[in-house]
């Protein structure tokens, strides 16, 4: 024990005072960004549900369909690993919306809401970013399928590259590695 005085509480040792800093910041949660479509959504399950002729006006931009973020379900496995990853990390979803389809930036809070609860309780209560700019949040990992869109690339901390042809090929992968961490 540091043998200098302490006045208010205060340790007078700048030694001390660093190695308690230290260890409140390493009680602190990791931040965890998660990408949704592809990642935390399956994209797929929405285009499923559209109708011939809306398939077919939309054909090259489905992304544009209105209301088509709203029939998409989760990834296998996602609602659960979100759940338990929170256990560990300071959760934030990253996600971008269509420039071109403003019914896409309300179904994305609409969906987290449906599938992960819309009060405190919410891992991802009040924790929605919605950018085309990911470099620009700061954090320690980032869940993306398109490891070169959207300022991924450049994101400072580590990027879990997800999907079935990535390094992260499911949300068990993702699980097994981050809670290790
Ligand atoms: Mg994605």
Redo the contacts with the bound molecule.
Sequence with gaps: MCAKQTIGGKSECSFCNFATLKSQKSMEKKILYI?????L?N?QSGIDKLDEKTSAEYKDHLDDVPGIFALMDPMKGAVEAVHRLSEKYDLYIL??APWNNPTAWCDKLNWVKKHFGGDKDSPFYKRIILSHHKNLCRGDYLI???PH?CGVEDFKGKVLH?GPDRKYKDWDSVVEYLMKK
């Design positions: 990408d949704m479509d592809n990642v959504v994209f996600s971008t993306d399928d398109r869109k997800f």
